[in-house]
């Protein structure tokens, strides 16, 4: 049980923590591929370009699969 669903319940109040859980992830898997270097991303068939426009892509911004 998360923190915030404890308080919730204290409250009265339900949260859906999965959405949280799953925009917390995103933030992290993006604030990630910022940290890769040049040699990573070419590796990965990325440039710098390609990272900035996904920095910028908003947090619920995900493909389809992963809204599941």
Known sequence: ???LSTIGR???ISFDT???TKAAA???QRRAL???DAAALK????TRA???AELKRP???VPTNWRG
């Open 1 to 3: 049980m998360t923190l």
């Open 10 to 12: 204290s409250f009265g």
């Open 59 to 61: 947090v619920w911004d």
């Open 50 to 52: 390609d990272v900035e």
């Open 18 to 20: 999965s959405a949280i």
């Open 26 to 28: 995103v933030m992290r």
């Open 34 to 36: 910022n940290r890769l």
């Open 43 to 46: 590796d990965l068939g990325l």
